[in-house]
Each structure stands twice: as C-alpha cells, then as structure tokens.
C-alpha cells in the first residue's frame, strides 16, 4: 500500500533505525543520570528507573561525611579546570604562531617540518606511555616543577600531545585567507606581529576556537595519562580522582561516581554551546578551503 | 609626492624565471602611469617591487630622490590597491580607511577627520558602518581606494583595480579613480592588461612583455608610431593588421607591394619611417590599423587591391569587414589581451572557406556581400613598417 502523501508507511524502517541509534546514544548517560540520583549504592542493584531518588550522592562530594575519608572532589575539579584552561589556551596560541609561519613564511625546513608532525601524528598517543613517564621522571630531578606527580608536568605532557593536528588545522584554515591581506596590511604599515594580531587572528576566530574547545574538552576527560604520572590523591584531576570512587576494593561508590560525573561534564557542556556556531565552520574551512 | 625611478632593474625569481629584465623607466611627480601588457609579462612584478613586496634582484629603485631598495614597505610611503581589494573583513568601513593611520600612531582627531574626507571624496558616508561584506563591488572598490588616500601617500600603486568589476561599473569606476587620480596630484603605477583601461587613463603607457618594457608613450603616440610589432598588435582594437611585404624602387619614389599591388609612397608621406629608403629591395612587415583601410569606390585616386569578403558586421555607426588578400598575415604573440581579436579568431567564411586576415571599418549602410570581392583603399599617410627579422618599426 503506498500513499505518496503518508510516507511514513514506505519509510518506517528509517525511523526504526533512527529510534534504535538514538537509544544505544542515550542509554548510557541515562544510566549514569539515574545512577547519580539512585539511593542504592550498588550498580547490579540499580534499575533505570530507581526505587528511591536521593541528593545524597551529590552532597557527599562536597562535604566529608563524619569519620569518612577527606573529600577531594572540589580539588580535583579545579585542578582539571585549570590544566583544561591553561591547555587550550596555549594550545592555541602556540599553534597558531607555528601555524601562521608554515602558512606564511617560506623557509628552509618548511616542507620537512610539515611532514614530520604529520608523521609523529601517526603513531598512537599510549606508544609514548613509557618513553614519557621515563622523561618525567628524569625532569623531575632536575626541575622539580615539571616531575612526577606535579600538575605542571601534566600540562607540558598535554601540550605536547595534539599539536600537530591542531597545527595541520590552524595552517590549514590559514592559507584560505589570501595573502593579499598580509601584503596590503604590510604597505599600510603593520609589521609581521601586527599583521598576526590585527589581521589574521581576529579571522581566524572559528578555527581558534574549535581548536581551543577539543584540547579543553580533550583534557578535562583525559584518564590514561594523568593516571601515568599522577600519584597522590590530592594532585588527581576529576577522571582519576572520580575513577578512585570506584576502583577501591570492597568499597564501590557508584553514586558518588555518577554524580561527579555529571557535574564533571557542565564545563563541556557550556564550552560546546558557545562554540558551536564555529564547529562546522571552523572545521569545514579549516581542512576543506585552501 | 615624487617621481618613481627604475634603473636597470631586474628581478629573477628562486626558480630561475627572469620576471622583469633590465627595466629602466622614470615615472614623473604626479604622473598616471599605466603599465600594461599581456599576463605574465612582469607588469605586477614591476608594481611589487616599488610597493616592497617583492626583493629587487639588481638595480635600483628610487622614490623621490632615495633609493628604496632596502626600505621595508611601511618606510616607502606608498599605497597599495589590490586586485581583490584585500579589505579586511573583520572592520567596517571606517576601520578599513583608518588601519593605516592607526598603525603611524595618528591623533584620534586627524584620523577622524582623514577618514570623513576620503569618504566624502567618494561617496562612502553612508556606508562607514558597514562591514565589507555588505557592499556591493563597487563599493568595495571604493573603499580601497578610501584607505590609499587616505594617508595621502606618495605613490598610489593599483594592480589590475577595476578587474573584479563588470563592464558597466568598470567604465564608470576608471573615469572616477582618472578624476580622483588628477584631484589629488599623487603619483601612481596602474597595472592593468585591458588596454583599453591603459589608453583611457594614463598619462603615458609602459607596454610590457616578457618582462622587457617595449615602449613608453602617451597613448595616442602609441597608437599613432609603435615602436615594434609587439607594441603594434597588442595597442587597439582590433588589433593591427600586419604582412609580410616588399620594399621597392618607384622612379623617384619608393613603394610597397602588397598582394601583387605596388603602392607608391610619396616622400613626404612616410615621415614618421625615415629609414625606409635602407630597406628597398627587401622584404618588411607592413602594418595598416583598420580604421585606414578604405573601400576604394570612396578613394578613387588611391592604388586599390582586391580583397574577398568574408564577414560583415553592422555596429550602426559602422561596419566591421573581415576580407581575405593575397598576403601572409603576420601573427604577434600577444596572448591575454583583453577584448581584442587575435589573428585565429578572425572568423572564416565556412562557405567557401577561405580565412580572413584582414580587418576594416566600412561607412555605415554600405552595400556589400559577403563572398564577392571587394576593391580596398588604403591610407598611405598611415601605414606602419617594420623590420622583418628584429620587429622594430623603420624608425
């Protein structure tokens, strides 16, 4: 029976398709949402729809409980807003500077340069696991700043990890302004800093801050690393810490997890509403223009 | 203000390609000069290495009475306008006009008031607010203008400004930036390679190619006494018509023969090519603009030779006559010129398929056929010859 008008009839197995990807997408969070809110305290009790909704989970990550463990959770969140903020930022003005040169200036060692961040691109980030942590330890004992254990160490970890891919973006986005920009702003006077500043950066804005966002949202959810070089509980960042709720033995705290991981997920949440009128943007100019 | 100076300048490129080569030119103060030529002759290369965007290879160029060779851009004092107006996107219009004067540290109030000049000058008032891409081409246009006179520079330098324009906007944009040009008294290098835009504009035209400049002139002196054959097919339109012919003795005269036609030139008819006696016996390139070539009916006592018609058009105030002679057109490499017709675009008479190689204005209304043969006049005070081998006119 096809009834050109109802096309739901012909077409009802796309909706299907859709329904079932929208469930596989969301039941997760679901799970974690209900979880945060569950009065029990175990995961093979919990049900999707829970027998008692609580605020307790929420309370207990910010107010130690009498004769209870010392609660980190405020700690840690700082510091991983902190290390998420200072990342993206330097991400992207380090970037953008190398970006701006490769895209610009033409120099001995361009071509090369190029070439070989795509090429440490390559390999995968946990390949590094051993040879970092062995840097760091070695830093440490000349540099204590950037040792093990310390937060600052982290950051140079991070800052180190996507920049060739960001770089590739940023020049990217940078060669689809012409360079008739350059040279006219060159004759009216501006110097190469102020050509970077007052011309091309302000056009840069999308790319900047897509940039910017993934190595924010990147590093507020980044586990593996931090894991490697962090020790103590009070040094964590939000993924470690809030994976200790969960990762000591006889002593699971689901609850306190799925709450923390709610709130863990606001900044991102902010961050991709303000930038998502770039994202496609940013993202479709950078890689495809030029 | 100041006069613009090339001496010897060449530029050669990393790769090897010789871009500009021995260029020698003086531009006077508050002179048009348009440089102009095919693409890729050098003609913009020229223009940047005055602008300081591009390094000199050798010799000099002077500003004024100093050598910028080694002076960034911003120290020359020159502005620049640009084919795609290069206006920055992310400033209204009055932040565009004013970039320049911010970077040299300008006082709030003069810059004000620099800015509400230039944009009375050209009609920008209303549109100070908005952001470039909310102007129409023209306006864009405009606003490049804005922000090189603002800071009344010494040089204007314009690289193919009024490209990106259509035809109609072109015309109108070239009368105002001649008007403006002659307003201001600045000196300026205008690039184009329309030499329509070359003839209407300039003071004098530089014509350009590969790299080597062929002929400095006012325009009608360009026209009228071409210093080669380059410069003979690439200035009007259509371009000239050119043949292979022969110099010869006649009784006291010399003549030229063309298509089995000998046509007396009486001495003092061929003035403006003085060394034309050296050259009888042998054979030349004669040249005839279209606008010399005459129906010999309207003529009578001039030597005629017979041409087939292949191709008429009526433009109303007259007509355009593509013919077939008996003579072998010489071809000039002027690949990239604008509106004008090149020798393998002349059209064919598919009919009988001869191919035309000679263009002529015919009054308007006259009655003539296309296939038949047709009697042709032409103007012997205004014919051009030139030197088979090098291309230099028998000057």
């Given at each position: 029976?096809s009834?050109?008008?109802?096309?739901?009839?012909?077409?009802?197995?796309?909706?299907?398709?859709?329904?079932l990807?929208?469930?596989v997408?969301?039941?997760?969070?679901?799970y974690?949402v209900t979880?945060?809110?569950?009065?029990?305290q175990?995961?093979?009790?919990?049900?999707?729809?829970?027998?008692?909704?609580?605020?307790?989970?929420?309370?207990?990550?910010?107010?130690q409980?009498?004769g209870?463990a010392?609660?980190?959770?405020?700690r840690w969140?700082?510091?991983?807003?902190?290390?998420?903020?200072?990342n993206?930022?330097?991400?992207?003005?380090?970037?953008?500077?190398?970006?701006?040169?490769f895209?610009?200036?033409?120099?001995?060692?361009?071509?090369?340069?190029?070439?070989?961040?795509?090429?440490i691109?390559?390999?995968p980030?946990?390949?590094n696991?051993v040879?970092?942590y062995?840097?760091?330890?070695?830093?440490?004992?000349?540099?204590?700043?950037?040792?093990?254990?310390?937060?600052?160490a982290?950051?140079?970890?991070?800052l180190?990890?996507?920049?060739?891919?960001?770089?590739?973006?940023m020049k990217?986005?940078f060669d689809s302004?012409?360079?008739?920009?350059d040279?006219?702003?060159?004759v009216?006077?501006?110097?190469p800093a102020?050509?970077?500043?007052?011309v091309?950066?302000?056009?840069?804005?999308?790319?900047?801050?897509?940039?910017?966002?993934?190595?924010?949202?990147?590093?507020?959810?980044?586990?593996?690393?931090?894991?490697?070089?962090?020790?103590?509980?009070?040094?964590?960042?939000l993924?470690?810490g809030?994976?200790?709720?969960v990762g000591?033995?006889?002593?699971e705290?689901?609850?306190?997890?799925?709450?923390?991981?709610?709130?863990a997920?606001?900044?991102?949440?902010?961050?991709?509403v303000?930038v998502?009128?770039?994202i496609?943007?940013?993202?479709?100019?950078?890689?495809?223009?030029? | 203000?100041?006069?613009?100076?090339?001496?010897?300048?060449d530029?050669?490129?990393?790769?090897?390609?010789?871009?500009?080569s021995?260029?020698?030119?003086?531009?006077?103060?508050?002179?048009?000069?348009?440089?102009?030529?095919?693409?890729?002759?050098?003609?913009?290369?020229?223009?940047r290495?005055?602008?300081?965007?591009?390094?000199i290879?050798?010799?000099?160029?002077?500003?004024?009475?100093?050598i910028?060779n080694?002076?960034t851009?911003?120290?020359?004092d020159?502005?620049?306008?640009?084919?795609?107006?290069?206006?920055?996107?992310?400033?209204?219009?009055?932040?565009?006009?004013?970039?320049?004067?911010r970077?040299?540290k300008e006082?709030?109030?003069?810059i004000?008031?620099?800015v509400?000049?230039?944009?009375?000058l050209?009609?920008?008032?209303?549109?100070?607010?908005?952001r470039?891409?909310?102007l129409?081409g023209?306006?864009?246009?405009r606003?490049?203008?804005?922000?090189?006179?603002?800071?009344e520079?010494?040089?204007?330098?314009?690289?193919?400004?009024l490209s990106?324009?259509?035809?109609?906007?072109r015309v109108?944009?070239?009368?105002?930036?001649?008007?403006?040009?002659?307003?201001?008294?600045?000196t300026?290098i205008?690039?184009?390679h329309?030499?329509?835009?070359?003839?209407?504009?300039?003071d004098?035209?530089?014509?350009?190619?590969?790299?080597?400049?062929q002929q400095v002139?006012?325009?009608?002196?360009?026209y009228?006494?071409?210093?080669n054959?380059?410069?003979?097919?690439?200035?009007g339109?259509?371009p000239?018509?050119?043949?292979?012919?022969?110099?010869?003795?006649?009784?006291?005269?010399?003549?030229?023969?063309?298509?089995?036609v000998?046509i007396s030139?009486p001495?003092?008819?061929n003035?403006?090519?003085?060394?034309l006696?050296?050259y009888?016996?042998?054979?030349?390139?004669?040249?005839?603009?279209?606008?010399?070539?005459h129906?010999a009916?309207?003529?009578?006592?001039?030597?005629?030779?017979?041409?087939r018609?292949?191709?008429?058009?009526?433009?109303?105030?007259s007509?355009?006559?593509?013919?077939?002679?008996?003579?072998t057109?010489?071809?000039?490499?002027?690949?990239?010129?604008s509106a004008?017709?090149?020798p393998?675009?002349?059209p064919t008479?598919?009919?009988?398929?001869?191919?035309t190689?000679?263009?002529?204005?015919?009054?308007?209304?006259?009655?003539?056929k296309?296939?038949?043969?047709?009697?042709?006049?032409?103007?012997?005070?205004?014919l051009?010859?030139?030197?088979?081998?090098?291309?230099?006119?028998?000057?």
């Amino acid at each position: 029976m096809s009834d050109p008008t109802n096309r739901y009839n012909d077409h009802w197995w796309r909706h299907l398709v859709v329904w079932l990807a929208v469930c596989v997408a969301v039941l997760p969070p679901l799970y974690v949402v209900t979880a945060a809110f569950n009065a029990d305290q175990t995961l093979s009790g919990s049900s999707l729809i829970p027998r008692a909704l609580t605020l307790e989970n929420f309370k207990g990550l910010f107010v130690q409980k009498e004769g209870g463990a010392e609660v980190f959770f405020v700690r840690w969140f700082r510091s991983s807003l902190i290390i998420a903020v200072l990342n993206a930022f330097f991400t992207v003005f380090i970037g953008a500077l190398a970006a701006y040169a490769f895209s610009r200036f033409r120099f001995k060692g361009r071509r090369m340069g190029m070439l070989f961040l795509l090429l440490i691109q390559m390999f995968p980030g946990l390949l590094n696991l051993v040879a970092i942590y062995l840097i760091v330890l070695r830093t440490g004992e000349v540099v204590p700043a950037l040792g093990l254990n310390k937060l600052t160490a982290l950051l140079v970890v991070y800052l180190s990890g996507a920049m060739s891919v960001n770089l590739w973006l940023m020049k990217g986005f940078f060669d689809s302004i012409p360079a008739e920009l350059d040279e006219s702003a060159r004759v009216d006077g501006a110097t190469p800093a102020q050509i970077f500043w007052g011309v091309i950066l302000p056009l840069a804005v999308p790319v900047l801050s897509v940039v910017g966002m993934f190595a924010f949202v990147g590093t507020l959810n980044e586990f593996i690393t931090a894991s490697v070089l962090l020790e103590t509980v009070d040094n964590f960042t939000l993924p470690l810490g809030l994976q200790a709720y969960v990762g000591t033995s006889y002593e699971e705290n689901w609850g306190s997890f799925a709450a923390g991981v709610l709130i863990a997920q606001i900044p991102a949440i902010i961050g991709f509403v303000f930038v998502q009128k770039y994202i496609i943007s940013g993202l479709t100019q950078g890689s495809v223009k030029g | 203000m100041a006069e613009v100076r090339f001496e010897h300048v060449d530029k050669v490129f990393d790769n090897g390609v010789k871009a500009v080569s021995d260029m020698t030119l003086d531009i006077r103060d508050g002179e048009f000069l348009v440089l102009v030529g095919p693409s890729g002759c050098g003609k913009t290369t020229a223009l940047r290495m005055v602008a300081g965007l591009e390094a000199i290879s050798s010799g000099t160029v002077s500003i004024g009475e100093k050598i910028v060779n080694d002076l960034t851009s911003k120290d020359r004092d020159i502005a620049m306008v640009f084919q795609n107006y290069a206006l920055y996107p992310h400033l209204s219009v009055a932040d565009n006009i004013a970039f320049g004067l911010r970077l040299r540290k300008e006082s709030k109030e003069k810059i004000a008031k620099q800015v509400e000049w230039a944009a009375k000058l050209l009609d920008l008032l209303p549109y100070l607010d908005r952001r470039p891409k909310e102007l129409s081409g023209g306006q864009r246009q405009r606003v490049a203008m804005g922000r090189a006179i603002v800071r009344e520079p010494k040089v204007f330098l314009m690289d193919e400004p009024l490209s990106n324009l259509d035809a109609k906007l072109r015309v109108q944009m070239r009368a105002e930036i001649s008007n403006l040009q002659k307003q201001l008294g600045t000196t300026t290098i205008y690039v184009t390679h329309d030499q329509v835009e070359a003839m209407t504009m300039g003071d004098r035209v530089a014509v350009m190619s590969m790299g080597v400049l062929q002929q400095v002139a006012p325009p009608q002196e360009l026209y009228d006494e071409p210093a080669n054959l380059f410069v003979a097919g690439f200035i009007g339109t259509p371009p000239m018509n050119l043949f292979d012919a022969r110099i010869e003795k006649d009784d006291d005269n010399i003549a030229v023969v063309l298509a089995g036609v000998k046509i007396s030139l009486p001495a003092d008819r061929n003035w403006r090519y003085p060394r034309l006696p050296d050259y009888v016996g042998r054979n030349i390139v004669l040249g005839v603009r279209a606008e010399d070539v005459h129906a010999a009916e309207t003529k009578p006592h001039w030597p005629a030779i017979t041409g087939r018609l292949g191709l008429l058009e009526a433009l109303g105030s007259s007509q355009i006559g593509y013919l077939h002679i008996d003579a072998t057109k010489v071809a000039i490499s002027t690949s990239a010129t604008s509106a004008s017709t090149r020798p393998e675009d002349l059209p064919t008479e598919s009919a009988s398929s001869f191919v035309t190689n000679l263009v002529a204005y015919f009054p308007p209304r006259m009655a003539m056929k296309t296939g038949t043969d047709v009697r042709i006049a032409l103007d012997t005070a205004n014919l051009h010859f030139f030197d088979a081998q090098t291309g230099e006119a028998l000057r």
